[in-house]
């Protein structure tokens, strides 16, 4: 199983600053890695798949990158709704696993 | 829009079964695999099974093989979940979501249903 391990796990910052969250892979895989975001009581929202690519409706702030172990969601400049907590996901092998979650609070 | 929207979520006493459905719009059901998720409370999410567009392959997460049982009936656009054996570690929001085409990520979500375990 790949475990995904998410830092750091709470980011505290102001609207307006810049974001950076990673996510490392216990394996590589390759550039199969996705990011979601949650809002509270909401679902997930996909929002970069393959590593660097911004799903359907996803604003140019978020953007990805990285492969095989060591990823980035940078998001250039928060706005009040991005405050939220971001899971990586990979599906490069069985079982499909997420990271436990970055929080980017106010 | 996409619209995913799951239902029978409940209170289920250890070793309880409960059957979880969801009922999907505005796309072509038939056209896409489809995945269940949980997210137990104040915790991160699982990918627990998925289903292809036929139903003929089915895959399941250690954590549920033997106990839960994914279907699909696309006549009626919908998704289900028999949970058998139930313990108190499947407490958690039980999410629908749409496979996205080609790859194995959710690109749409139902607003999730919530199973307890407790006795």
């Known amino acids: 199983e790949t475990v995904l391990t998410q830092s750091p796990v709470t980011l505290s910052l102001s609207p307006g600053e810049r974001a950076t969250l990673s996510c490392r892979a216990s394996?590589?895989?390759?550039?199969?890695l996705a990011w979601y975001q949650q809002r509270p009581g909401q679902a997930p929202r996909l929002l970069i798949y393959?590593?660097?690519n911004r799903a359907t409706g996803i604003p140019a702030r978020f953007s990805g990158s990285g492969s095989g172990t060591d990823f980035t969601l940078t998001i250039t400049s928060l706005e009040p709704e991005d405050f939220a907590v971001y899971y990586c996901?990979?599906?490069?092998?069985?079982?499909?696993?997420f990271g436990g979650g970055t929080k980017v609070e106010i | 829009q996409v619209q995913l929207m799951e239902s029978g979520g409940g209170l289920v006493k250890p070793g309880g079964s409960l059957r979880l459905s969801c009922t999907t719009s505005q796309f072509t059901f038939s056209d896409y695999f489809m995945s269940w998720l949980r997210q137990a409370p104040g915790k991160g999410l699982e990918w627990i099974s998925y289903i292809s567009r036929g139903g003929n392959t089915i895959h399941y997460a250690d954590s549920v093989e033997g106990r839960f049982i994914i279907s699909r009936d696309n006549a009626k656009n919908s998704l289900y979940l028999q949970m058998d054996s139930l313990r108190a570690e499947d407490t958690a929001v039980y999410y629908c979501?749409?496979?996205?085409?080609?790859?194995?990520?959710?690109?749409?979500w139902g607003l999730g249903t919530l199973v307890t375990v407790s006795s």
């Open positions: 979501a749409r496979v996205k085409s080609g790859a194995y990520y959710f690109d749409f």
């Open positions: 393959d590593a660097s």
């Open positions: 394996q590589s895989v390759r550039n199969y």
């Open positions: 996901q990979q599906r490069s092998d069985w079982p499909l696993t």
